[in-house]
């Protein structure tokens, strides 16, 4: 079993920048992928990052650019890293892993609300 721990989320101007920590436990070697997705107030859900366990990284064109998807390994804790933060950021982001064999964990999700 994997458990996922988010932190980090709060307030930020447009413009500023917020990091987000994604600490896993559990059976780590399990894990194929990590990844972010958000969901803001009535849309659905949305795939934001995700970094493979040969530190592929893969992003949608909506976000290219502004945030990544940073790991430290000896932590266990994947990031995403937010730059240039926009109004339509604004959402619950959660994190995600896979194990190899398919199964999937979400993390309790953290708000990050950009707004002046």
């Known amino acids: 079993q994997v458990q996922l721990v988010e932190s980090g989320g709060g307030l930020v101007q447009p413009g500023g920048s917020l990091r987000l920590s994604c600490a896993a436990s559990g059976i780590i070697a399990s894990i194929s992928t990590m990844g972010w997705y958000r969901q803001a107030p009535g849309k659905e859900r949305e795939f934001v990052a995700l970094i493979t366990r040969g530190d592929l990284r893969t992003y949608p064109e909506s976000v290219k650019g502004r945030l990544t998807i940073p790991r430290d390994n000896a932590k266990n804790t994947v990031y995403l890293q937010m730059n240039s933060l926009k109004p339509e950021d604004t959402a619950i982001y959660y994190c995600?892993?896979?194990?190899?064999?398919?199964?999937?964990?979400w993390g309790q999700g953290t708000q990050v609300t950009v707004s002046s």
């Open positions: 995600h892993s896979r194990a190899f064999w398919g199964d999937e964990k």
